[in-house]
């Protein structure tokens, strides 16, 4: 339910935030599926998935992992990725995100991938980056960074599989100057098609 904290809410049409908000679940007129619509003014609340932005970061061979301090999957490593904030470029984002967790400034290459979390509602785009200046440390989202070699990479500690994804496409396109960006894996793509195809 839309929010201002502490239970209340605030429509369009109100002036101050309503403890006991007039929003209601029902289909809105034009639409395909149910919706929070206010029933004084007719707003809807459109919930909407989340973006992720993120980056596989190469230097000199080497990939930037991040070791997540925060969780879920505290200890695991990762690439520097997180949630696009608002009015925020999807770009700037993964630039921000690898400042905030690896104190790294990086140069984003190209897209490398898109990735579809439907089962929590994520979107995830992943770039191809460089860094600008080789000095990462921990940011307070990670327990440490490492600049690894791919033999290195700790595959049975990486934290959730679009990870995976990320660090397998990355290597699919390594030395390509142009590329189609990737998306999930043929049998994560079989599981999201629903019948029929549509």
Same mark, same amino acid.
């Given at each position: 339910m839309p929010g201002l904290g502490a239970g209340a809410t605030l429509c369009i049409t109100m002036t101050a935030p309503d403890p006991d908000?007039?929003?209601? %679940?029902?289909?809105?007129?034009?639409?395909?599926?149910?919706?929070? *619509?206010c029933d004084d003014c007719g707003f809807v609340y459109y919930q909407n998935p989340k973006i992720v932005v993120g980056s596989v970061v190469e230097h000199r061979g %080497?990939?930037?992992?991040?070791?997540r301090a925060i969780p879920p999957r *505290?200890?695991?490593?990762?690439?520097?990725?997180g949630y696009l904030e608002l009015n925020e470029g999807a770009e700037a984002g993964a630039r921000r995100e690898a400042w905030e967790e690896a104190t790294a400034d990086i140069a984003i290459d190209q897209l490398l991938a898109v990735y579809t979390i439907a089962r929590i509602s994520q979107v995830q785009l992943i770039?191809?980056?460089?860094?600008?200046?080789?000095?990462v440390a921990a940011g307070p989202e990670s327990q440490e960074v490492a600049l690894l070699a791919?033999?290195?990479?700790?595959?049975?500690?990486?934290?959730?599989p679009s990870v995976h994804w990320a660090l397998k496409h990355f290597d699919e396109v390594r030395g390509q100057t142009a590329f189609a960006p990737r998306?999930?894996?043929?049998?994560?793509?079989e599981r999201l098609t629903p019948p029929g195809g549509a």
């Open positions: 908000p007039p929003f209601i %679940r029902k289909v809105p007129q034009g639409d395909d599926r149910e919706r929070l *619509v %080497r990939i930037l992992l991040c070791r *505290v200890g695991y490593w990762t690439i520097p990725a770039y191809r980056a460089g860094l600008n200046a080789a000095e791919w033999d290195e990479l700790p595959w049975d500690e990486l934290a959730f998306v999930n894996p043929a049998e994560v793509l």
